[in-house]
């Protein structure tokens, strides 16, 4: 029964990062109720993996600490504050030492996003179909970077790594 939970689990906290991905680059928006459940599926996680209290402090370390290094992001405007908080929500998936592969993974997904967006936005003008619908979009020159895409990719590429995986 308790592997059956983390499973669907497993499977919400994906839908939800896709859902954040999705929001992030249509509206640059990462909606308060998406980043609170990302945060509640943690616990039932925990639950159902069996996480001792030393175990689930570490994971709950490691998203203060990534609470911290979103916001020392957020304040000098490099991201929005609702990247801030999914990343911390995320995080706390991840203890200690998975949470340095999720900071690279996310950190690696980002330099690509922010590759791709340059090459395209430097394309699309130049593409009929697409010139006159390019603002408001992330595809739009001065258009912020939806960085949520990247914090969900970071997600995906590092959850087969962690303790809740395993307990499959």
Known sequence: MTAMLLQITILVLAGLMLAAALFDAHKFIIPNWLVGLVLLTFPVAALAAGLGWAEAGNHLLGGLMALVIGFALFAPGWIGGGDAKLFAASALWFGWPEIIAFLIHTVMAGGVLVIALLVLRRLAPHIPVLAGRLEGT??????????GIAIAAGVFWSLPNTVFWQAF
């Open 138 to 147: 992330a595809l739009a020159v001065k258009a912020p970077v939806p960085y």
